[in-house]
């Protein structure tokens, strides 16, 4: 080679090193003059560590950056406090691969842009999709996780939760592996046809009275509470309903109901069947034995079909289907389920008359409104000795056509049966010639034949090696390295990342290469080769001819060229096949049966454990909505999909439920005037019972929303109990017991009272053991209604002692003295006997029964229910005032002064409402009045004494005695009508401060202290205070609150003169 040759060579090499090294410049900085742009960051250092973790993709760099985590570090000490840097975003979030960018660290931004030069684009491709695909998987947990805490109730339990809110559909409560009792009736429920045939069933008197079965019974009660349950989804303002008394009637019929979860379709199968015995019994009266006029029957069993041959005998019967069960295992979709559930071996002439076969084939020949299909997800593991769950994914259409399993189109389908038979094989054989293409060869390992024509084609266009001088080697090298070198220098000056130029590479990028071969040097994404003839190191022809390369390389592309167009053809007759077959039902005449979807209900977890709910689409909103438990959320066709089809997770389908379009239309239809105006007219249209049962449900909601706000208001700091009451059993609303709170604050009023009373009331049902034996359980009832209504009267006419309140031990006590209506008082000693904690015995319950009953036929018109609601409000208040009164005292006795004073000004101020009412509605005002200003002197003595202790630590505890007790207590006594020792405690107390006035022992800090104070003191006007009301303090029974008033009054009596009246 000449000198002149290879100083061309030599500078065109240097020109593309220069324009590769150029061009990378550029690109570089107008990808960070973007970032600077689009987020305002200003460190070049910065945008390019972020540059670079996103591989050069500026969407993803702009990601980087504006992640709430990564925060653009202080220009001005990033300079002077490299270690700022050392726990930011950017050293934490970039890949495995690359080095943590610092300003400290030079050498590891300069291995970065080395190899960015150096890397393949493949392999950067590649980490890309990775990356994306960890960061997609941790936002969907991200996601998942808060939507979780979101949906969770229990985490936010205020009253409002507890509140329906408008016409939105109500949950339904799980009180114990229940979740497949709500799924069931919830998706039934949603129909409107089978809501009204619940709520309308009623049967003859002479009906019930001819039921004498233990199953008749059974069944006509069950149709009873789900009626109430019912009636409570329709006008209930709770979030959620309580289903636990129809599912008592449900437990005898499976064995082990309160231990394991129960199967939905088996669960199904049985309610049906009670239905639809509840139904017989009415269509029994007019048309006897006929189940073609059951309501049930009518809306949810169809019949099939079933024609077949077997050993060479044809044989067909009909049959009736409720839920009709498919397999999942080996299908994809719904139609190709009901495919094989409805065809089952051969069926053609030929087949039959061999005798050698067995098939049959199954045809609708009703279709119930109402079609249900099970799915069929579990099988028995013969190895295991235990059943497994099936998750494989199978998709369903919102839309079925069902005319193609309809007897009516027999004919036409099995025509396309045929048609569908002759397509597949005809498939079969294209694929087998297809795969003679894609598998060619004759030894144990095969390729496609495109490729290895390809391969011929490279082997024969390649030269043979040639050796490469070492002088160019070593001219490459160092243009290589020059290239490099001068890169790094140009995007060093134009960053302003580094203090001077630095060549020198990391650790890594040296080891690179050093090691490299010039072969692999050349090689690089710098200047790809796509030339076979520079490839030394593969394999090649020894001696090859021009014309012996044009005819080999003209023949192999020809042929190639063909090949590759039979594949092709082959590859578009498969597809335009499966196309066919695909569009084989889309004819119109097979599309007039549809049946849209309304429910699906899904099962999550495996064969021996999970959780139920359903997805049902609501027809007013055309959305569809979950019910999963007391909680009811809009959701979507793709969230339906995610957890219903199954192969991702855990979670599938397990029962379909679609309804006929003429069903889905009336749906429509009956709802246009919105949900709400239908659940509306669907209330004002039932049975006065009904109404009656939603009304009463409704007020013990109010009941328990006020009890549930005067718990919240007490929860302060828990006050120290005294010696004197630690001992007693009681309990306490600011205790830890959260959920004794809860049951506590879900209760109403009079079952609340009828609870406290329920041992006196259980011993007048022991009383009446020879009336229930010799005349049953109304006569014992009625026996022990008047006997303890005499007792309770007498009760209240003895005449009260100092230690003794009979208005504690019961509730009409209390009603009989102050007079109460005769309705309130009955109706009040009704429901003692109607409570459920009664259950002690059979003759308990039966007695509990007959009285529950007896209290659904009084109606609105009866008792005034707003009365009713008032007067328990009152004995609730006037045990409220009694326990606070007490538990003041108490506190007073062990010294302690400051609980004590806030027990009793709420005592006091309670107290003073009930006395408005009526001299016996509540305590003794002259002893809450006594206590309390004793109380008051006591707490002012202490506060004094530590103000002018002068130690930092006491005045500010007296100030705060002061400000938070003595203070707040005064304005409610002078703003109220105060008495004369009243007015003398306020004063003696006030003279007490005005003395520290100008004393010349005192510190002067203490006396601006004490200038800030007197003011507060002297003028109650000038302010509005509120006194925080104290730790509410309930006993279990009325015999600890009796006991404890008794011990108290004694005490007091021993120590004072005060009467009590």
Not at 668 to 677: H, I, M, P
């Amino acid at each position: 080679m000449s000198t002149v040759d290879g100083c061309l060579k030599k500078g065109d090499l240097l020109l593309t090193g220069w324009n590769l090294c150029s061009n990378y410049i550029k690109d570089c900085q107008m990808l960070l003059n973007q970032l600077r742009e689009i987020t305002g960051i200003q460190d070049s250092a910065f945008l390019h560590a972020a540059l670079k973790a996103a591989n050069g993709d500026l969407m993803e760099a702009v990601s980087f950056l504006t992640e709430e985590h990564a925060q653009e570090p202080n220009q001005s000490t990033a300079a002077a406090e490299p270690s700022a840097w050392e726990g930011s975003a950017v050293g934490k979030q970039l890949p495995p691969n690359v080095a943590a960018l610092t300003p400290n660290n030079k050498e590891d931004l300069q291995a970065v842009i080395a190899f960015s030069l150096l890397e393949s684009p493949k392999a950067q491709a590649t980490e890309r999709e990775a990356e994306r695909a960890q960061e997609a998987h941790s936002a969907e947990n991200k996601n998942r996780s808060k939507r979780k805490r979101c949906e969770v109730w229990g985490e936010n339990p205020k009253q409002n939760n507890w509140r329906r809110v408008g016409d939105w559909p109500v949950g339904m409560k799980n009180i114990g592996n229940t979740c497949w009792f709500s799924a069931v009736i919830q998706s039934l429920f949603q129909l409107p046809e089978f809501r009204r045939l619940v709520l309308g069933y009623s049967l003859p008197q002479s009906v019930l009275e001819n039921c004498r079965s233990r199953t008749g019974k059974r069944n006509v009660a069950f149709m009873q509470e789900l009626q109430c349950l019912f009636a409570l989804m329709l006008g209930t303002r709770r979030k959620f309903v309580d289903p636990s008394a129809a599912l008592e009637l449900l437990r005898d019929a499976f064995r082990s109901a309160e231990e394991q979860q129960q199967d939905v379709s088996e669960f199904t199968h049985k309610l049906l069947d009670w239905l639809e015995d509840a139904f017989q019994l009415a269509v029994n009266v007019n048309s006897p034995g006929d189940k073609s006029e059951n309501p049930m029957v009518q809306l949810f069993y169809g019949t099939f079909l079933t024609e077949g041959v077997h050993e060479g005998n044809t044989f067909s019967k009909i049959e009736t289907f409720g839920q009709y069960p498919l397999q999942v295992n080996g299908y994809q979709n719904l139609n190709e389920c009901l495919e094989g559930a409805m065809v089952e071996g051969e069926m053609d002439e030929e087949t039959a008359a061999q005798s050698v076969k067995y098939g049959q084939e199954r045809w609708f020949t009703k279709l119930p409104p109402v079609l249900t299909f099970e799915l069929s997800r579990f099988e028995f593991n013969q190895s295991l000795g235990q059943p497994e769950k099936i998750h494989t994914r199978l998709e369903f259409p919102q839309t079925i056509y069902m005319d193609r399993y309809l007897y009516s189109s027999k004919e036409l389908i099995q025509m396309k049966r045929e048609e569908i038979k002759r397509l597949k094989e005809k498939i079969v054989i294209l694929q087998q010639k297809l795969e003679r293409y894609m598998k060619y060869g004759s030894g144990p390992t095969r390729f496609p034949l495109p490729d290895m024509l390809q391969y011929v084609l490279e082997f024969v266009t390649t030269r043979p090696a040639v050796v490469i001088s070492s002088a160019h080697d070593s001219q490459t090298t160092v243009l290589q390295s020059q290239a490099e070198s001068h890169v790094l220098d140009r995007l060093s000056q134009q960053n302003s990342i580094l203090e001077a130029k630095n060549t020198k590479t990391t650790e890594d990028t040296a080891f690179f290469l050093a090691n490299s071969s010039p072969q692999q040097k050349l090689s690089t994404p710098l200047q790809p080769s796509d030339s076979p003839a520079e490839m030394s190191d593969c394999p090649a022809p020894h001696m090859v001819s021009e014309e012996e390369m044009n005819l080999v390389r003209t023949c192999l592309q020809r042929w190639r060229n063909e090949i590759e167009q039979d594949i092709q053809d082959l590859k578009d007759s498969i597809a335009k096949i499966n196309l066919s077959i695909e569009q084989m039902y889309c004819d119109p005449l097979l599309q007039q049966v549809p049946y849209r979807l309304h429910a699906v209900l899904v099962h999550e977890g495996q064969a021996n454990a999970g959780h139920y709910w359903a997805y049902i689409y609501d027809q007013p909103r055309k959305s569809w909505l979950k019910y999963n438990d007391i909680s009811v959320t809009e959701s979507s066709w793709e969230e339906l999909e995610r957890d219903s089809f199954g192969g991702l997770k855990n979670a599938s389908a397990y029962c379909l439920m679609y309804i006929s379009d003429k069903v889905s239309h009336f749906v429509a239809d009956d709802n246009e005037d919105s949900e709400v105006g239908q659940f509306q007219k669907e209330v004002e249209a039932l049975p006065p019972e009904l109404k009656h049962y939603i009304q009463e449900d409704n007020w013990r909601l109010e009941q328990e929303a006020e009890e549930w706000e005067e718990e919240q208001s007490c929860k302060i700091p828990q006050i120290e109990p005294s010696p004197a009451f630690e001992s007693q059993d009681l309990s306490s609303d600011s205790g830890p017991d959260q959920s004794s709170v809860c049951e506590q604050s879900m209760r109403s009023l009079s079952s609340e009272h009828a609870m406290i009373a329920k041992e006196q009331t259980a011993q007048a049902i022991a009383n009446t053991a020879d009336a229930y034996e010799k005349n049953g359980v109304e006569a014992a009832l009625c026996e022990a209604f008047h006997e303890e209504y005499s007792r309770l009267y007498l009760l209240a006419k003895e005449t009260p002692t100092p230690q003794n309140d009979a208005r504690l031990q019961h509730v009409l006590v209390y009603f009989l003295q102050n007079n109460a209506p005769k309705q309130v008082v009955e109706r009040t000693l009704l429901e003692q006997f109607a409570d459920k904690n009664l259950s002690y015995d059979e003759r308990s319950i039966s007695i509990m029964k007959v009285a529950r009953a007896k209290l659904r036929e009084i109606g609105p018109d009866d008792v005034d229910m707003e009365e009713y609601k008032r007067w328990h409000e009152d004995y609730s208040l006037f045990r409220k005032v009694s326990v606070y009164l007490l538990t003041g005292l108490e506190l007073y006795q062990n010294r302690k002064y400051q609980e004590s004073l806030t027990y009793l000004v709420y005592a006091y101020q309670s107290n003073t409402t009930l006395l408005m009412k009526g001299p016996n509605r509540g305590v003794n005002e002259s002893l809450i009045a006594l206590y309390r200003r004793k109380c008051l002197l006591k707490l002012n003595d202490m506060a004094a004494s530590l103000f002018v202790s002068s130690e930092e630590a006491h005045v500010a505890e007296g100030i705060n005695i002061l400000n938070e007790l003595i203070i707040p207590c005064m304005h409610l006594i002078i703003n109220n009508d105060i008495s004369k020792d009243d007015l003398d405690a306020i004063e003696v107390m006030r003279n007490h401060w005005c003395s520290y006035l100008g004393r010349e022992d005192m510190d002067a800090n203490l006396q601006l202290k004490l200038g800030e104070l007197l003011p507060r003191l002297l003028d109650c006007s000038a302010e509005v205070i509120v006194l925080k009301e104290p730790p509410k303090i309930r006993p279990n029974s009325p015999y600890d609150l009796c006991s404890r008033f008794a011990a108290v009054m004694e005490s007091i009596h021993g120590a004072s003169t005060v009467t009590v009246k």
